[in-house]
């Protein structure tokens, strides 16, 4: 179980990744959307930057570890 667990959260990490990247993009390519919306795509993607690096901490330390 374990294993699979890991293996989940690794899968679930990379998926982040690509979707903060994306958002990001879009971010910088936002010229005509609402400033408040292009505010609070900012502040999520900074939420997420934040959760990512702590669930990547904790997967270079090894789950089993950070039980």
Known sequence: KLLVTEHDIKSMSQDLIEEVERLDSLIRDSK????????????LLKSQHSKLQKLQGYLSVGITKTI
């Open 32 to 43: 005509g959307l609402d400033p408040q919306a292009v505010a609070e795509a900012e502040f």
